[in-house]
C-alpha cells in the first residue's frame, strides 16, 4: 500500500534520504539527495547539481537551501 501523503511535508519525510529536484527563484534548479528540512522548508541537500534545462552546469556538494527562494520540491 502506497505511504498516504496528507500534509505538504509528508511528502518531504516521504523523500528524505532520496532524490529531489527542487526550482529556485532566478529560474535555478537543483538536484541532490534530500537530507533534512525543517517547518520553514530550509532544505540541506548532499551530492547536489546545479541544471540548466535539464543537463548539469556545476557541481555544488552540499548545501542549505533558503526556504523563501523555494519554488517547488519534486522527487
Known sequence: MAEEISRPFD???SIVGKSAMVKLKGNMQLR???R???QHMNL???DADELKDDQKVARIGTVI???DNILYVSP
Open 36 to 38: 533534512a528540512f525543517d
Open 44 to 46: 540541506v541537500l548532499e
Open 65 to 67: 537551501v533558503r526556504g
Open 32 to 34: 541532490g539527495i534530500l
Open 11 to 13: 511528502l518531504l519525510n
